[in-house]
T-cell receptor, first 114, second 112 residues
Framework: GAVVSQHPSWVICKSGTSVKIECRSL??????MFWYRQFPKQSLMLMAT?????????EQGVEKDKFLINHASLTLSTLTVTSAHPEDSSFYIC??????????FGPGTRLTVL | QKEVEQNSGPLSVPEGAIASLNCTYS??????FFWYRQYSGKSPELIMS????GDKEDGRFTAQLNKASQYVSLLIRDSQPSDSATYLC????????????FGGGTRLMVKP
């Protein structure tokens, strides 16, 4: 149980394009999901908390207009990186909670912006 | 500022030895503690959680919690080369909802 999937696993795009990443909880419902970013050899950085049916809560320094989050159902949250630039290249990881306490992570999406 | 601190390592142990990974945290009132393992290029996977003072064992893994000292550790018995990874300590601080604060991780290398 507690399986979280992400799609796509990796994506390469040109600078200026937008990229959508999906995070799904496969065997449970998740009212809350989290989006993280991880640069090489660095730890996880929380970007935002995604809440089903309401607006996401963004961490300080994360631009909400650049990283659009939509949590339209209890099993799906999407992160859209708008007008991506090379500095947005990173490993994006979501997590979801089947209960009130434990986060399970998706496999991650590696984004490369040329 | 609520923080979780880990020695970045690398911690090198021979195969078959006990690996001891340590973590300290700043909020004395914290209640939930987690250890995740992250292989290079992969996302973190949960090893175990611990909520009460003392030891919690799961196979070759033992988590130890000392709330008075604000210290949580992970012991890996009979270390294997496949245990080589970065180990992340995560703490759910009081009044943080479901958010976890992660340490920077300790890189473990198990040498055959």
């Amino acid at each position: 149980g507690a399986v979280v999937s992400q799609h796509p696993s990796w994506v390469i795009c040109k600078s200026g394009t937008s990229v959508k990443i999906e995070c799904r909880s496969l065997d449970f419902q998740a009212t809350t999901m989290f989006w993280y970013r991880q640069f090489p050899k660095q730890s996880l950085m929380l970007m935002a908390t995604s809440n089903e049916g309401s607006k996401a809560t963004y961490e300080q320094g994360v631009e909400k207009d650049k990283f659009l989050i939509n949590h339209a159902s209890l099993t799906l949250s999407t992160l859209t990186v708008t007008s991506a630039h090379p500095e947005d290249s990173s490993f994006y990881i979501c997590s979801a909670l089947p209960d009130s306490d434990t986060q399970y992570f998706g496999p991650g999406t590696r984004l490369t912006v040329l | 500022q609520k923080e979780v601190e880990q020695n970045s390592g690398p911690l090198s142990v021979p195969e078959g030895a006990i690996a001891s990974l340590n973590c300290t945290y700043s909020d004395r009132g914290s209640q939930s503690f987690f250890w995740y393992r992250q292989y290079s290029g992969k996302s973190p996977e949960l090893i175990m959680s611990i909520y009460s003072n003392g030891d919690k064992e799961d196979g070759r893994f033992t988590a130890q919690l000392n709330k008075a000292s604000q210290y949580v550790s992970l012991l890996i018995r009979d270390s294997q080369p496949s245990d080589s990874a970065t180990y992340l300590c995560a703490v759910r601080f009081n009044n943080a909802g479901n958010m976890l604060t992660f340490g920077g991780g300790t890189r473990l290398m198990v040498k055959p």
